[in-house]
């Protein structure tokens, strides 16, 4: 989890009127009206036009949307969406045009302002949805949390030593890294989509049943996966890991804090460097669209190496969320030493 390569951002706000009321989908962080289904805009192609701001959300809006929403992310591929800047002429453009934006408050600062000045297209802010939580660091070994599983493990978090508090007081925005919250915005989207185009919610139901078989799918395997292994620590170079941790029982420390765009202190490298060495980590991780540099002198200096754990904030190129997910698991497993 480069904008961050990068680096982050976000902030809330949510838009106007379409028609029918999105009341009736009270799980959706909506501030807007929708319209009945033959009334819904659609482009010229005859689907519905969905504006999303990143990766994450492009894939459930696309998964469940299927052939009859043509969707728009507004974060390019290969960007990290954080301090990205959706501003400007095109952006608002894109999004006024649009039937549905779909996204996060407070992840994009720039894209909470263009929300905050457009009016028709309905707007479905996830961050309510999704239970967002500080993760302000681990105190200390002796503090504990309660795994998935009801057993009972180090609590998790994105700092891994006493005082050490990276981006306190600041939600962690990486919910997708969880695929039980991944179910949870999945639904918001598709009572959004249904409600803006009821004609065709019988097939996004249907393709949500689909995608929720997929993300319980992942779910399963992380736990069975995590389950038996030598090690629960694991070092990432930014802190994009939290949710993920906390639903798997597992600890995270992290050189950078949820902005990758903070340069880690002195204090920070050498927080990681004594993980390391206190956990016998033998793997810091690091992601596609962040350097590298600070993670590969840890591990230089630690005798550790390094692999790439994703945040999935941008489309991978080779497979999908799931697939990247089943990835991190396996990178995971093999840090880890699980059996």
């Known amino acids: ?73 507004l974060t390019p591929t290969n960007v990290e969406p954080h301090d990205y800047d959706l501003s400007g002429k095109e952006v608002i453009s894109t999004l006024e045009g649009s039937s549905l934006v779909a996204y996060v408050a407070g992840f994009q600062p720039s894209l909470d302002k263009a929300v905050a000045q457009i009016s028709g297209p309905t707007v479905v802010d996830l961050s309510g949805e999704v239970d967002l939580q500080h993760h302000e660091g681990v105190e200390d070994e002796d503090e504990h949390g309660e795994a998935s599983d009801g057993t009972t493990e180090k609590a998790t978090g994105e700092a891994g030593h006493e005082g050490h508090d990276h981006d306190a007081g600041s939600l962690d925005p990486h919910f997708w890294l969880d695929p039980v919250r991944m179910k949870s915005a999945a639904t918001a989207v598709e009572e959004a989509l249904a409600a803006a185009d009821p004609d065709n919610a019988d097939d996004y139901k249907a393709n949500l049943d689909s995608l929720t078989t997929t993300l319980d799918g992942l779910d399963s395997s992380y736990k069975g996966g995590l389950t038996r292994c030598e090690r629960k ?6 802190a994009a890991f939290g949710y993920l941790a906390d639903r798997y029982g597992l600890t995270q420390v992290s050189i950078s804090g949820i902005d990758p765009e903070t340069e880690p202190s002195a204090a920070d490298i050498a927080a990681a460097k004594k993980a390391v060495e206190d956990t016998g980590s033998t793997t810091i991780f690091t992601e596609e669209l962040v350097s590298p540099e600070t993670a590969d002198a840890v591990a230089g ?10 945040p999935i904030e941008s489309a991978p190129e080779d497979t999908d969320y799931a697939g990247a997910m089943s990835n991190n698991l396996d990178a995971l497993r093999t840090a880890l030493a699980c059996k």
């Open 1 to 73: 989890m480069n904008t961050p390569v990068a680096r982050r951002v976000l902030s809330a706000a949510a838009a106007a009127a379409l028609g029918l009321s999105l009341t009736a989908c009270s799980a959706l962080s909506t501030e807007s009206s929708e319209p009945s289904g033959s009334d819904a805009p659609k482009d010229a192609s005859g689907t519905l036009s969905v504006a999303v701001s990143f990766y994450p959300i492009q894939y459930l809006a696309e998964t469940i949307g299927g052939d009859h929403v043509s969707v728009t992310s």
């Open 233 to 238: 620590t694991f070092i990432t170079s930014h």
């Open 301 to 310: 200096e630690t005798g550790a190496t390094t692999d790439v754990l994703s």
